[in-house]
């Protein structure tokens, strides 16, 4: 088989796999939110009347939801039916932040032994008439196809390392760390999903492909890039709906300039944590989306006024 049809292949099968990461993720939420998703927009729309139960709760539904962008999603929603309003979210957006890395820590661990498990249970429980028990079977069986997909990126490494503009990207990120923030931006703007963009690093990184240090830096753009969500579904919601967009592009931007300084510091720091390689980078973007989260925290208000006079007067 020659080098075009392998290349062809290559690319045709990491689509493959990132539509099946996607369908997992679909499925999973859609269980998740079958099981508890009535009582958490309860939750959001009740019990967020300060920043730090805002930021509990936001941790708590992400957690669940696995996905930042779907927490999102419903709190906007929220706010356009007038159920919540834009000071009450900032401390939800910083909840969501921490909430989505329980996805990247997942993904961390070996799981290829728990995909036909997952797979198998969860196909079993799907087929029950009980939706508790059928949303739990789809919530396994959408967890076994993300851990699929998962172990298809690390075998498709190598050979998309092997095309000239991934090799060409591969360098880049390796020698500019800035170049890195901005490719995990557009690519994580591009697939919809911080959690996916991560994981794809993730693989890169396990096979030696990039450094730690670019791995990280990829991560702190994915932070930006997942953003678009919000700005998508903010289109032509009220002020407040949109002021909640806004909020969470500036968080997140404002929350990677913070790093970029000390970000050698901070690589080196992590990669006294652990040895792993996925868990290195796992627990990289637990620690940045805490630290970013406690340092707008006592400052919920002063940012919501200060995103309001900025969006308002436009």
Known sequence: MNHGVMDLLSIFMFVLFI??????????????????GDR????LSKLTDSPLKGLILGIIVTAILQSSSAVMVITIGLIAAGQLT?????????GTNIGTTVTVEFLAFSTDSFILP???????FSLFKHSKYRSLGFSLFGLGTIFLAMEGFKKLTVPLSQLPLVKMAL??????????????????????????????????LQSD?????????????????????AILAAIGSGMEARLTSYAHVWLNIIGVLIFIPFISIFT?????????????????SVLFNVIVSFIFLPIAKPFSIFIERLHNSK
């Open 19 to 36: 539509i099946l990461f996607f369908a997992g993720m679909t499925i999973l939420r859609i269980g998740l939110f079958n099981i508890s």
């Open 40 to 43: 958490m927009k309860k939750w």
């Open 86 to 94: 834009f000071k009450r979210s900032i401390g939800i957006i910083l």
């Open 118 to 124: 997952l797979v198998l249970i969860g196909s079993i």
């Open 171 to 204: 360098t880049e990120i390796n020698d500019h760390f800035l170049f890195a923030i901005i490719l995990g931006t557009v690519v994580t703007s591009i697939i919809q999903s911080s959690s996916a963009a991560t994981g794809i690093a993730m693989s890169f």
């Open 209 to 229: 492909m990039i450094h730690l240090q670019s791995a990280i830096s990829f991560m702190l753009g994915s932070n930006i890039g997942t953003c678009m969500t």
């Open 268 to 284: 080196e720091f992590i990669e006294v944590l652990t040895p792993d390689r996925a868990q290195q980078l796992a627990h990289s």
